[in-house]
């Protein structure tokens, strides 16, 4: 059973959520730059530190799969920050699963196409943090909330899953007490 669950919304600006008992940790990272060969040592050397951090909590990873994009050079980054994640994750034996753009959107608004303002304003009032989100903060967000519900059904453990919490910064909590089980299609 896994116990951490890591959502990530991969990029030059990453969004980044760990979901660890009832305490969600959100954030952006930045890789952008000019020298391309640094901002993915960047972000190697940035995911190993999660890594590092809950490695013995048994984490599995889930993460935005983006199948096209329109620039050429959007998709070979994001090919580039997704083969290193694949390769951070099997080089540690963490489970790395990825969940499409429509599933994520659908999910968090009901609508498989939803914008980022939607998405924003979803997580937020999901989430309730203190902050004010990013749109990678608030698609990581329920990206991980999405994959510990996907895994949870798998395991058929969710009653013994409490309610979430999410908290930056100044620790603004809330109760996740009206979560809604995610319906698996056959």
Known sequence: ???????????????ISVIHGDIMLSHEAKFGGKEE???YKKFWDHICEIFDTYETYKPIVYYEYVARHLGTKAAHAYGAYRMILLMAC????????DLSVQAIKKAATGKGAA?????????????KPDWELTDNEADSMWIAYLG??????????DESCGPLRAFKRNGSVFDDSDRKRIQKKD
């Open 1 to 15: 059973m896994y116990n951490v669950f890591i959502g990530m919304d991969l990029g030059a600006k990453a969004g």
């Open 37 to 39: 060969p640094l901002k």
């Open 90 to 97: 099997h080089d540690r034996g963490i489970p790395c699963k």
């Open 115 to 127: 914008k980022k303002d939607i998405m924003i304003e979803s997580a937020t009032n999901r989430f």
């Open 148 to 157: 510990r519900e996907i895994t949870l059904e798998s395991f058929e453990a």
